[in-house]
């Protein structure tokens, strides 16, 4: 079953402005990380933080975290045309001796020139 | 080497048929991973490998069988599968307990029962 919500499911923006998605999720998490997906093929590893931190920035990214509200966000600043993709945020869940990676909806991202 | 090698990264097979898809990764992960793929859907997981050892099943169908040779290689074989089954499976690998480090993904065999 799916941990995550995404909104928006869709977001289009013009180069040069800021793009905002939002995660939530159900259950308590070892840490929170995103994903993007260019036109169906492999994720790349964006940015993980863990349950203990409340904000993280690497590059143009800036993600927080609230445990309290079992939400997460991803902000990309400057968006470039190359950022069109689909971003998902997943949660990291611990089971025994395994790692359990599961997905949110994801946010399909357009950025025009 | 950083990066998780899926092959082939298309196939087309009937539904009698057994084909078996490929991963490997040379980055001394220990936790290797098999995901499914449907269209404009996230990833779904199906197997999580931990020391070479089956550690999660996801209640997949038994037509999908897993094997863990060896550290660096992941196999997914399929058998007698059904035309919902076509998807993109992705194979990711990562540290045990995943830590700080996320997840390296293949980029995927895009599958298409016929």
């Known amino acids: 079953s799916q941990q995550g919500e995404e909104d928006p499911q869709a977001l289009s923006i013009q180069e040069g402005e800021n793009a905002t998605m939002n995660c939530s999720y159900k259950t308590s998490i070892n840490n929170l990380q995103w994903y993007r997906q260019n036109s169906g093929r492999g994720l790349v590893h964006l940015i993980l933080?863990?349950?203990?931190?409340r904000e993280k920035h690497s590059g143009r990214l800036r993600v927080t975290l609230d445990t309290s509200k079992k939400s997460s966000s991803l902000l990309i600043t400057a968006s470039r045309a190359a950022d069109t993709a689909s971003y998902f945020c997943?949660?990291?869940?611990?089971?025994?001796?395994?790692?359990?990676?599961?997905f949110g909806t994801g946010t399909r991202l357009q950025v025009t020139l | 080497d950083t990066e998780v090698t899926q092959t082939p990264k298309h196939l087309v097979m009937g539904m009698t048929n057994k084909k078996s898809l490929k991963c490997e990764q040379h980055m001394g992960h220990r936790a290797m991973y098999w995901y499914k793929q449907k269209a404009k859907k996230p990833p779904e997981l199906m197997f999580v490998?931990?020391?070479?050892?089956?550690?999660i099943n996801e209640s997949v169908p038994s037509r999908f069988s897993p094997e863990c040779p060896n550290s660096s290689l992941l196999n997914l074989h399929l058998h007698a599968l059904q035309p919902e089954d076509s998807a993109l499976y992705l194979c990711a690998s990562s540290q045990v307990l995943a830590g700080d480090y996320g997840y390296t993904f293949g980029s995927g065999t895009r599958l298409t029962v016929v």
């Open positions: 997943a949660t990291d869940d611990i089971t025994g001796t395994a790692s359990k990676l599961t």
């Open positions: 490998y931990s020391y070479e050892k089956l550690s």
């Open positions: 933080i863990r349950s203990n931190e």
